[in-house]
């Protein structure tokens, strides 16, 4: 296992850890986020790092072959000098040349595999931050949602269909009261007459009216006579 995927398993169990006593989810997701998003930077340097050793030894290599190939001709140029010592010298140094050019070559494709195996887990990285980035949206509008439900729930339950039909009955209660007390009102500022005063003043003026027709037919009957 690399060192990245341990380092993200860690703060995934913390995560999960976290999560079954966190208030809110989505501060803790934002969180987490950001240490993976400081865990990729982290794992981008360290492969830039391992780059650049590896392009230092790729260089080394190439300094160490040409040295080697520099020293075998001149160690030809000697003996055609006749100068056998010196080309004795020359074959030692391209030897030594030739063994640092084996180590640097070792090195670099050492290099080169660990190169590719952060670049894999870096990979691996940026496509789980991706997944857990859109997972976290995805979260974030359950706990808006679900926040909205318990709000309009809570609200229901504060509203009981018995509470509110009785707050109604004493709003009725009170408004009937009230008509009660201007009805009162005006029949004690004479605005209004009741039902039997009306009543006596039609049975009265009725009447009046016999009394004049009966007056009227007397007139009538003296004028025959």
């Avoid at 640092?100 to 691996?124: G, I, P, S, W």
Wanted: overall charge negative; some cysteine.
């Amino acid at each position: 296992m690399g060192l990245f995927k341990r380092v993200s398993d860690n703060i995934r169990a913390n995560l999960n850890a976290l999560l079954d006593k966190a208030e809110d989810p989505e501060k803790l997701l934002d969180q987490y986020l950001r240490d993976m998003e400081e865990d990729i930077a982290d794992a981008e340097s360290a492969v830039a790092r391992q780059l650049a050793v590896a392009w230092k030894f790729k260089a080394q290599l190439k300094d160490a072959l040409a040295a080697a190939e520099k020293r075998e001709a001149q160690a030809l140029e000697a003996l055609k000098r006749e100068r056998e010592d010196l080309a004795r010298k020359a074959l030692e140094d391209k030897r030594i040349q030739k063994a640092k050019a084996d180590d640097y070559h070792q090195q670099f494709d050492n290099c080169n595999v660990m190169v590719e195996e952060l670049r894999t887990e870096l990979q691996e990285m940026k496509k789980e931050y991706e997944k857990l980035r859109l997972k976290r949206d995805t979260l974030s509008a359950r706990v808006q949602s679900a926040k909205a439900q318990k709000e309009i729930y809570g609200f229901a339950n504060g509203l009981k269909p018995d509470s509110a039909r009785r707050n109604f009955e004493r709003m009725e209660e009170k408004v009937l009261h009230l008509e009660a007390e201007a009805q009162v009102a005006r029949e004690l500022s004479g605005k209004e007459k009741s039902l039997d005063q009306e009543l006596e003043a039609l049975g009265y003026q009725d009447d009046e009216i016999d009394l004049e027709l009966a007056k009227l037919k007397k007139s009538l009957t003296k004028a025959f006579e």
